[in-house]
């Protein structure tokens, strides 16, 4: 009997998640924070130095340090500003969408200590004698011209500064802001045509009042600047910029949308897949990653998190991942409805066998995304935000919803006796009478023999390896800025360049270099790399000069010698804790020698990706750590999958006393998981190839690293990581004479092996 009303309640959820979306989703998307690389702005990295020699930089001094910048910030106008404190005593702040960068960068970094002097440079009053707050723009009563107004604490301060002035030979007040002892000097600077100091009025007699206005040739932002200065307070400490990243506005809106586009056709290709392939489970699917879509921004709003050009990558690799988690739980059921069982039973056996290995599954390659989070920097960090999210919502909707909008459509009885609507053939179908089980099934691989081969496959692999440390040592890997320090400077201009050109402006600049390529549809693109840094002056005249030139404003990216060192620190370090994390965790799971050999195959996929890398002489920066990393994770994902089929089979013989049984266990859990691997793998290719061929420049060192990895990712699973173990596990059958599996060790509770 058909119960309609399974299929209404079904009907009446897409209903009602679509109307969800369709009302919420432009006011959800429009309050998305969006990083400066997609929309403009600049980030840099202050190390933190104490004003005076033998203090100490402590908790309190960092945290001042923050509130004082933060008002800073806020009197420029930027909305939702980063301001974050580091390890090593170290601020990062990233200001997106800021319109002028350079009055933004001089404001962060001016130490603020205003003092008023005479002409011998002796100090007469400082800020701590102004009035919180007491700083504004006006404009002079006579002249009209802007000018900045304080209040003083104590009006007989100022006269006795005042009444020491007129006692001096020139009696000027010299106003200062961040004077350096030893360094400036009134008598050196009143002959430049632009000083230093602010203002040096002169003093005509004692003021006994606690009203003092700044004249200077101030245009109006400049005098608004200095009140905003005055009144957000001196810094308790120096600011040494180690690191800055400044984005162009059109960069950022480029960026935006050429991955936004590239995303959603990747999305397109993946749903199109699963409906084609999985047909009404597919249709199932496609409805979950709908809801994880949605669900997942608005989550990542909620948290205030910031969406970067990586960070879009993650969402579209948590896709997926989802997908991954639906294909498993599809093929079981698949598997169930093969061997001939109902199909209310195959989706209760195939749900409840699919779960432990999606649990496997996603685990790795959340422990990847938060060793990401903990070492990783800036735009990494916001990667790995987005991934670590991703898998959490990922588990939870394939894992729940998904089967629960599945379970309403087969509990209705409509698709009883209808296998084709779940992707199985009426021939296919075995009589479980018979005793069949997943065990007896076949597959479309069963005339390859994968543990037959297994030595070339050892020989091609180390070869290939070889090869790659030979190319590696020779060629070297091309290291971004990122990692040897120096300067990236991105162009645009609205006409096409030449390479002799943009040399010709740049020296124009001071920067000399060679190393200059021209891209884009209509070569109207630069990027220029300088093996030296540039300074904060140097970074705004540089930036003015291309804007007014070119007509759009460049990116520039600095990174000094100091953060390049702990980048690398930071980047073998995350590779180390992630290795170590997936070998503990998959031996408490499984075994240690399943443990060793998914790390020979992860560490095989990734050196693959890096001699590649070397040999094509593709830049190496920090996205491409985030995608070595990512590819770890889902490398032992993919392993993992395979290692609990084996785990199964085994576990379903009593024991093993022949080497044979072990390679026909290798070769039949091969087979059975190689459709899931190559359609998770297609799955995951879809949106990493839109955005490779589609998405923004800047990821796609990250899409050529992930393509690679996803592909080594396959091919190791499938003939390195299930081969040594079966070489290992064989040693040990030799050695022993017998391998008792799970079920025969809890009933004999003898100490021999088990897997």
Do not use: C
């Not at 897949?273 to 990653?289: E, K, W």
């Not at 173990?725 to 809890?746: A, D, P, R, S």
């Amino acid at each position: 009997m058909v119960k309609r009303s399974r299929i209404i309640s079904f009907i009446l959820i897409v209903i009602l998640f679509a109307s969800l979306a369709g009302l919420t989703t432009e006011k959800l998307l429009g309050n998305t924070k969006l990083g400066l690389d997609l929309q403009g702005g600049f980030e840099v990295l202050y190390e933190v130095h104490p004003v005076n020699e033998g203090d100490k930089i402590t908790e309190d001094t960092l945290s001042h340090t923050k509130d004082a910048l933060d008002r800073r910030i806020n009197a420029l106008g930027v909305s939702e500003p980063r301001i974050d404190i580091e390890e090593g005593n170290r601020i990062r702040v990233q200001l997106a969408g800021v319109e002028d960068q350079e009055q933004a960068r001089e404001m962060l970094s001016t130490t603020a200590v205003l003092t008023f002097r005479d002409a011998d440079d002796n100090k007469l009053l400082d800020g701590t004698d102004l009035v919180e707050g007491g700083a504004k723009q006006s404009f002079h009563p006579e002249t009209g011209k802007p000018i900045v107004t304080l209040k003083l604490k104590e009006a007989s301060k100022f006269a006795e500064a005042t009444r020491t002035v007129l006692k001096n030979a020139n009696p000027v007040m010299v106003i200062w802001l961040d004077f350096e002892e030893g360094v400036d000097s009134f008598y050196k600077e009143y002959v430049k045509e632009n000083p230093k100091y602010i203002s040096a009025p002169a003093v005509n007699s004692v003021i006994n009042s606690d009203d003092v206005m700044i004249e200077g040739n101030f245009t109006v932002e400049e005098a608004q600047t200095l009140a905003n200065l005055l009144n957000a307070g001196a810094l308790p400490v120096q600011l040494e910029e180690i690191y800055s990243n400044s984005v162009g506005a059109q960069f950022g809106v480029d960026a935006l949308h050429s991955t936004v586009i590239a995303g959603i056709i990747g999305i397109a290709l993946v749903f199109l897949f699963l409906l084609v392939y999985y047909r009404l489970p597919g249709l199932v699917a496609v409805v979950t990653l709908a809801i994880y879509i949605y669900t997942t921004i608005a989550i990542y709003n909620g948290l205030n998190a910031v969406l970067t050009l990586p960070g879009i990558a993650g969402l579209l690799l948590g896709i997926a991942m989802s997908v991954d988690a639906n294909i498993i739980t599809f093929e079981r059921i698949k598997e169930e409805l093969r061997v001939g069982r109902s199909l209310q039973a195959a989706f209760k056996e195939g749900s409840k066998t699919s779960f432990i290995t999606i649990f496997d599954a996603n685990i790795t390659t959340l422990l990847t995304a938060v060793v990401l989070f903990i070492y990783g920097t800036s735009s990494v960090k916001g990667f790995a935000t987005m991934l670590i999210v991703s898998i959490v919502l990922s588990f939870g909707i394939s894992v729940y919803v998904s089967r629960f909008l599945l379970g309403l459509l087969v509990s209705s009885n409509k698709f009883n006796n209808k296998p084709r609507w779940f992707g199985v053939k009426p021939e296919e179908i075995m009589d479980i009478k018979k005793g069949y089980d997943t065990d007896d099934l076949t597959t479309k691989f069963d005339k390859w023999d994968f543990v037959k081969h297994k030595n070339k496959f050892f020989i091609g692999s180390s070869a290939l390896i070889l090869a790659g440390l030979i190319m590696v040592g020779v060629f070297r890997l091309n290291l971004s800025i990122d990692f040897t320090s120096g300067t990236r400077i991105d162009l645009m201009s609205d006409s096409a360049l030449t390479t002799e050109q943009v040399k010709e402006d740049l020296e124009a600049n001071g920067i000399v270099t060679e190393d200059i390529v021209i891209s884009g549809d209509n070569q109207e693109r630069a990027t220029a790399r300088y093996k030296g840094t540039l300074t904060q002056d140097e970074v705004n005249s540089t930036k003015s000069y291309f804007l007014e030139k070119y007509g759009n404003e460049p990116s520039i990216s600095v990174v000094t010698p100091t953060v390049g060192k702990d980048l690398v620190r930071n980047a073998i370090i995350s590779v180390i804790i992630a290795s170590v994390g997936i070998i503990l965790y998959v031996t408490l799971r499984f075994e240690m020698k399943m443990a060793i050999g998914a790390i020979v195959a992860l560490l095989h996929d990734a050196f693959m990706v890096v001699a590649f890398f070397s040999i094509l002489r593709l830049e190496v920066d920090l996205n491409f750590i985030a995608a070595i990393l990512t590819i770890i994770g889902y490398s032992v994902n993919d392993t993992i999958v395979t290692f609990d089929r084996i785990r199964e089979l085994m576990q379903k013989r009593k024991r093993i006393r022949e080497y044979r049984e072990l390679e026909e266990i290798v070769n039949k859990s091969i087979r059975q998981v190689l459709s899931r691997s190559i359609n998770t793998s297609l799955t995951t290719l879809f949106p990493v190839v839109t955005l490779l061929l589609m998405g923004a420049e800047a990821i796609n060192n990250f899409s050529i690293a992930m393509l690679i990895g996803l592909i080594a990712g396959v091919y190791s699973t499938l003939v390195i990581a299930a081969q040594l173990w079966l070489v290992w596990k064989g040693k040990e059958l030799k050695k022993k004479g017998v391998i008792i599996t799970y079920k025969e060790k809890k009933k004999y509770n003898t100490g021999d092996a088990i897997v």
